[in-house]
């Protein structure tokens, strides 16, 4: 059985996907970005404060299902400037405190021309 996992306290799809989908004991979150739900505008400019957001993004959506920080298994991250993945790191690192398994990629542009975009996948017994 899948459920889609929609959250008031984290951003609308700005596409045609569901911000998640349970699938069993798996939660596949789809990549958010640094979009504040309360205003629906990116936050500042900042590597760290756009972090920041998208893990509050995150918590918001795994909070919905159930889920916490420390049930995420996998993240992939889209950065638009592998220059920021010392900063980036640093926010992740205080929030993903279990260490997921996670790939990293500096890409050459992401949606509404953000900083940073993470997915994750998690898993609950």
């Given at each position: ?35 504040d ?10 590597i760290?404060v ?60 992401l ?6 975009e ?8």
């Amino acid at each position: 059985m899948k459920t889609i996992i929609h959250s008031e306290n984290a951003p609308k799809a700005v596409g045609p996907y569901s911000q998640a989908i349970k699938a069993g004991n798996f939660l596949f979150l789809s990549g958010a970005i640094p979009i504040d739900p309360v205003t629906n505008e990116q936050v500042e400019k900042d590597i760290r404060v756009q972090t920041k957001q998208v893990l509050k993004n995150i918590d918001a959506i795994l909070k919905e299902a159930g889920y916490e920080e420390k049930d995420v298994v996998k993240t992939t991250c889209y950065l638009a400037d592998i220059n920021d993945f010392g900063a980036f790191n640093e926010v992740y690192a205080e929030y993903f405190v279990n260490k997921p398994a996670r790939s990293c990629f500096a890409v050459k542009d992401l949606p509404k021309a953000v900083m940073v975009e993470v997915e994750a996948i998690a898993y609950k017994e």
